[in-house]
């Protein structure tokens, strides 16, 4: 790193500075409104910051939170805000953040597993993140699909406001969140900023809307969206922009995307958080009007391999020599034995030889169960040396999915 550049932890009195830069990275317009969202999920002391004299030049953040992984929940260091101002790049500053941050996790020994979102999705593989799952876009022609499925239980929809119905909205989430592979813990500070509806995030759309579904034993899912306006030739053309659908019991799922995709003066809908295997895919009659595609979700950084592997469950019994190798993280490099399954695992160091070989990064992408260690050795990312391929063990029963963008 660039010498005149130094790295410090960031104090409550860089929340202004570090607010401008991120806006600025990420080409946001800075104002008072855009700044004080930035503030609100600040944690200053597990910020990092590059100084160069009296200037902030780059930062890395994380947010303290969990995240749900195969038949467990992990305290996961959510990596945010990586960005360096355009007069410092080629200096080195990232990578040292990116190599400093880890360490520091690695040190604390609270998180076994870190995950961020890629802006550029050539970088982050250089730290040990791997592509840990996909998510699919829908860009729906809403009067040309009908939703089927199951009928809900008795109950009724009721209109809210997002923000009244925080603790609603909040209960229905954490019930659910903790089934559903990759979906984060929300602390009430970060329901505060998905739901401040600040008019910077409508992109000229409504105030954020919402809708439960309610039962005898209370609220049983909930949807919240915008809808963005819009006249043409032939009449009314608004788009419905779907922000969350969270529901445990399907009948309440297809009943809450019927809602949805029906709404008066609408011709479309758009939803950017959808799962790989998400249901709605299965509840229409017309999939193509889904206007389905893929981009990459969750990138998932292996910290402590052995408590990492430990935590989470196999979906058969697996028994296996994993021979690693993690240039940043030394402690990770060498062979381990995993043996586990359903209900408890074990991995420990071993001399034995190796079934298969991979990088920390590779570790990353299969251990949400969205990338098979089948489709890295086809691509020659990892080497299977025996015929002893745990790829049906790392997989779930759901693909792994995200429905908040940190």
């Known amino acids: 790193m660039d010498e005149s550049v130094r790295l410090r932890t960031a104090t409550e009195d860089d929340r202004r500075p570090l607010a401008d830069l991120l806006l600025y990275a990420f080409h946001e317009r800075t104002t008072d409104e855009t700044r004080e969202l930035e503030e609100m999920i600040m944690e200053p002391g597990r910020t990092l910051v590059a100084e160069d004299g009296d200037t902030i030049v780059g930062t890395v953040a994380i947010q303290t939170r ?13 990596v945010t805000g990586v960005s360096v101002l355009p007069t410092h790049r080629r200096r080195g500053i990232l990578t040292a953040m990116m190599r400093r941050q880890l360490a520091d996790v690695a040190e604390a020994g609270r998180e076994p597993i870190a995950a961020l979102y890629a802006s550029e999705t050539a970088i982050y593989p250089r730290y040990g993140y791997g592509p840990a799952s996909e998510r699919v876009r829908f860009d729906v022609h809403s009067r040309e699909v009908k939703v089927a499925g199951p009928p809900a239980p008795a109950g009724r929809l009721r209109l809210v406001r997002p923000q009244q119905a925080k603790a609603e909205l909040a209960a229905v989430y954490e019930r659910l969140r903790v089934h559903r592979v990759g979906w984060s813990s929300r602390p009430d500070h970060w329901w505060d900023f998905l739901l401040k509806d600040s008019e910077s995030q409508r992109d000229g759309a409504t105030e954020l809307r919402g809708v439960l579904y309610e039962t005898a034993d209370g609220p049983a899912g909930y949807a919240t969206w915008r809808v963005k306006d819009d006249w043409n030739r032939h009449g009314p053309a608004a788009d419905v922009r779907v922000r969350e659908v969270v529901a445990g019991d399907p009948g ?9 995709l029906s709404i008066d003066l ?3 809908a758009s939803f950017h958080f959808g799962a790989v295997d998400e249901p709605l895919q299965y509840v229409v009659d017309e999939p193509r009007k889904l206007g389905r595609s893929l981009t990459d979700g969750l990138f998932v950084r292996i910290v402590d391999l052995p408590a990492a592997l430990e935590a989470r469950r196999y979906a058969t019994p697996v028994d296996a020599v994993l021979e690693v190798s993690d240039p940043i993280l030394e402690a990770n490099t060498g062979r381990w034995r995993l043996t586990g399954g359903p209900d408890k695992a074990s991995c420990v160091r071993t001399d034995d030889a190796p079934d298969l070989a991979c990088s920390i990064t590779e570790l990353g992408a299969v251990y949400l169960g969205g990338t098979t260690t089948a489709a890295l050795v086809a691509s020659g990312r990892v080497r299977q040396l025996t015929d002893n391929l745990p790829t049906a063990a790392f997989q779930w029963h759901r693909q ?3 429905i908040d963008m940190f």
Do not use: I, K, N, Q
């Not at 969990?66 to 996961?76: D, I, Y």
């Not at 309440?252 to 949805?260: D, G, H, K």
């Open 66 to 78: 969990e995240m749900t992984v195969p038949g467990a929940v992990l305290p996961t260091a959510h």
């Open 400 to 402: 792994p999915s995200s």
């Open 266 to 268: 609408t011709r479309s």
């Open 252 to 260: 309440v799922y297809a009943e809450l995307w019927r809602f949805l």
